[in-house]
């Protein structure tokens, strides 16, 4: 029987939110089968629940790898494990579907990309902005706008309840500008089709629940060598305001555009993950004047009618994947790309942690 039409037997490892859904995906699209649910805690027991029950459930990943012999391992547990699991997928014979970052480290990263290639099997990193109508189209329009381009996006996030434990988790081994801030440098990079060349960044330390090395908001600017620049902000925590934690704005010679989430932006949703990538309207901005200096143009929107949510996000991005797998696309680009916005993200940290601009 063809891969293409053998059901793909994939082990979950890592059921809480992103896990959830992908798992998810696995259940109601064709050409998936669960084979295996992995996490350390209670976790899988609820998911498997969710699921409708009957799945294999385990403690270890080493033990499920073994029992299971899935063709494909999805990661989404913390990133402090992504590097050693991934790479222990791919010695196995897995395709691997990872969330971002690939792993906790640039090299972890590289070393990530390699055993992928030395197994010849796919690694398809979750970014899921890739798979969003709204961003696409963002992005066009955004490379609309002349260069240089002036890119200012943040996400901060007043977490509480579940969502601050999920933080405070991440924070163990990511800062918010690394962990969220690839989306976004990948987005830049997507706008700009430039090379980084410069970044800076500041970061504070605003609560003790927190790693002492660590900070919760951090800012990042980066320069690319056509002369654009973008910023990206990220906070996470209870103490974090909401009064303008949705920019995503792009500035150009000819104009701008801007994403205006009406619905999102609406007081108490900053840590609801389903209004991080809602876009609902795209507000664009022509700057060409006439005779007497007024606009030619007024400005125009452009209202997104597939407005995917959170679960079918990811369910287009399984898609992807299946298809990458089925018609062995060649995902060289898409892997350079996650290491190099990883590598940009990290050497933000790094200046928040020196005080210095770091030279890419």
């Not at 992103?18 to 998911?47: P, Q, R």
């Not at 995902?331 to 996650?338: S, W």
């Not at 290491?339 to 940290?349: G, W």
Request: with cysteine.
């Amino acid at each position: 029987m063809s891969l293409s039409t053998k059901l793909l037997r994939v082990l979950v490892v890592g059921c809480g939110n992103m896990g959830s859904s992908h798992a998810i995906a696995y259940k109601t699209l064709d050409g998936f089968e669960i084979c295996g649910i992995v996490s350390t805690g209670n976790s899988k027991v609820v998911l498997n629940e969710r699921l409708g029950g009957g799945y294999a459930l385990f403690d270890d990943y080493t033990t499920a790898l073994a029992e299971t012999k899935p063709d494909a391992v999805c990661i989404s547990t913390y990133p402090d494990t992504h590097e050693s699991f991934a790479i222990q997928a791919f010695e196995q014979g897995c395709h691997v579907f990872i969330e971002k970052p690939i792993a906790d480290t640039v090299e972890g990263a590289k070393r990530v990309v390699a055993a992928a290639e030395k197994a010849g099997k796919k690694l398809v990193v979750g970014y899921i902005l890739r798979h969003h109508p709204s961003w696409e189209k963002f992005v066009e329009v955004a490379r609309e706008m002349g260069k240089p381009l002036v890119m200012r996006m943040n996400l901060n996030q007043q977490s509480h309840g579940m969502m601050w434990t999920v933080h405070r988790n991440l924070m163990k081994s990511l800062s918010p500008i690394v962990d969220c801030g690839v989306h976004y440098i990948d987005v830049m990079c997507q706008m700009t089709r430039s090379k980084p060349i410069q970044v800076n960044a500041i970061g504070a330390r605003l609560t003790n629940d927190i790693p002492a090395g660590n900070y919760n908001y951090g800012q990042l600017q980066i320069r690319f060598d056509d002369g654009s620049v973008g910023w990206y902000e990220a906070g996470w925590g209870p103490m974090m305001s909401e009064t303008a934690f949705f920019v995503k704005d792009v500035i150009g010679p000819n104009g701008c555009v801007s994403i205006v989430a009406k619905n999102a932006g609406a007081s108490g949703k900053s840590d609801n993950v389903d209004s991080h990538t809602k876009t609902e309207s795209l507000r664009v901005h022509r700057a060409a004047l006439d005779a007497n200096d007024q606009f030619v143009e007024a400005d125009t929107w452009i209202d997104m009618q597939d407005e995917p949510d959170h679960q079918e996000l990811c369910n287009r991005e399984q898609r992807y994947f299946l298809k990458a797998i089925q018609e062995n696309l060649d995902l060289t680009d898409h892997m350079q790309d996650a290491v190099s916005s990883l590598q940009i993200a990290f050497a933000c940290d790094e200046s928040v942690r020196t005080g210095q601009p770091v030279l890419l």
